[in-house]
């Protein structure tokens, strides 16, 4: 899913065991409303500072319900490229980097994986300083996410 970004400096994957007939858009409902807190402040905090330095800053939209979710559509700083029943393709594209998440489900595992290319040497030290957050902060949304949609609708 993320053949069409091959050049890029840094790349990870997570997953998390799933219910096997989950959909892409009960997945980005969850994964963008149900934000544990201490994740809200963090990047409150990071949006706050990087406001400094003209960069891209995505508000936690907890209002988002969609279950129309198609190419185009933009959720936070994410942008959908492609969108299917069980798999989704954003990102964004900023100076200082460009990154690509892909989720996908399958085989009872909600995997995810990112992909960062380095625009100058801005991105470089924006990353360095964020990745030890973004090594916590994507399983713990996937694990929220989870949480959330495991349990039983009333």
């Given at each position: 899913m993320l053949s069409q970004f091959n050049d890029y400096?840094?790349?990870?994957?997570?997953?998390?065991?799933?219910?096997?007939?989950l959909l892409m858009s009960e997945v980005?409902?969850?994964?963008?409303?149900?934000?544990?807190?201490?994740?809200?402040?963090l990047m409150?905090?990071?949006?706050?500072?990087?406001s400094f330095f003209k960069l891209k800053t995505g508000r936690s939209d907890r209002t988002f319900k969609s279950?129309?979710?198609k190419s185009g559509d933009q959720i936070g700083l994410f942008e959908i490229e492609e969108i299917g029943?069980?798999?989704?393709?954003?990102?964004?594209?900023?100076?200082h980097l460009n990154f690509r998440?892909?989720?996908?489900?399958?085989d009872g595992l909600l995997?995810?994986?990112?992909?960062?290319?380095?625009?100058?040497?801005?991105?470089?030290?924006?990353?360095y300083l964020i990745r030890p957050f973004h090594r916590f902060i994507v399983p713990a949304l996937l694990r929220s996410s989870?949480?959330?949609?495991a349990r039983p609708f009333k």
């Amino acid at each position: 899913m993320l053949s069409q970004f091959n050049d890029y400096d840094y790349e990870d994957s997570y997953s998390i065991e799933c219910p096997e007939d989950l959909l892409m858009s009960e997945v980005l409902n969850s994964f963008f409303t149900m934000t544990p807190w201490p994740i809200r402040i963090l990047m409150r905090i990071r949006n706050f500072f990087v406001s400094f330095f003209k960069l891209k800053t995505g508000r936690s939209d907890r209002t988002f319900k969609s279950k129309e979710i198609k190419s185009g559509d933009q959720i936070g700083l994410f942008e959908i490229e492609e969108i299917g029943r069980d798999f989704v393709l954003m990102g964004a594209d900023d100076t200082h980097l460009n990154f690509r998440v892909a989720f996908e489900v399958q085989d009872g595992l909600l995997k995810c994986n990112t992909r960062v290319k380095f625009n100058n040497l801005s991105g470089k030290v924006y990353f360095y300083l964020i990745r030890p957050f973004h090594r916590f902060i994507v399983p713990a949304l996937l694990r929220s996410s989870i949480r959330h949609l495991a349990r039983p609708f009333k």
